[in-house]
């Protein structure tokens, strides 16, 4: 998918930093997607885990759990890697050079979330409040990019990131009206 899109977008002049901010806010958008999807599995699949004869099927079982939660962030990061790539470079004889420089990024941000979130996030708030508190990371590097981009008009800008904002809230909000939580 992310090919066929690289396709399509390297075809035609686009907005870089309105693109990835996009990208950055439908992963952080798709990791809380991610969790209802866990949340609704998570009972059924531990009720079946509890009953399982085999070391295979409760594996398979675990498997299934971190797929639920995992599987939608690391599509969506996936698409956007190679978009990232087009849109990134300034000249093109310099692609190899940016890409080691979005490798370098990359791996620093994995690496430094990481250590926030065993180290710092998870002992200071919990597994549930550190996952809603990353996914705000995620949400607050998309409006970085898309506040940085001067060629939009400040409204839009703001607009665009004031919705993704009030979005998240509303949200987060719903899941504690709802009770979806596993602090139990």
Not at 30 to 45: D, E, R, T
């Amino acid at each position: 998918l992310g090919g066929m899109m690289y396709q399509y977008i390297a075809a035609k002049p686009v907005n870089s930093y309105l693109t990835l901010a996009t990208y950055q806010l439908i992963n952080g958008f798709s990791a809380i997607v991610s969790y209802v999807v866990f949340y609704l599995f998570h009972q059924v699949l531990v009720n079946r885990a509890l009953t399982s004869g085999s070391f295979g099927e409760l594996l398979l079982i675990q498997v299934i759990l971190c797929a639920t939660l995992l599987f939608l962030p690391a599509i969506f990061l996936g698409l956007s890697l190679p978009l990232t790539g087009k849109l990134y470079p300034k000249h093109l004889q310099h692609t190899g050079k940016s890409f080691g420089h979005l490798a370098r990024i990359g791996f620093l941000g994995m690496l430094t979330g990481f250590i926030l979130t065993r180290f710092v996030l998870i002992p200071l708030t919990g597994l549930y409040y550190a996952y809603f508190i990353l996914v705000l990371l995620i949400i607050i590097s998309g409006i970085y990019l898309i506040l940085r981009d001067s060629r939009l008009l400040r409204g839009f800008r703001l607009g665009y990131a004031i919705l993704a904002i009030v979005s998240y809230f509303a949200i987060v909000s719903a899941f504690r009206t709802f009770h979806f939580s596993f602090s139990d």
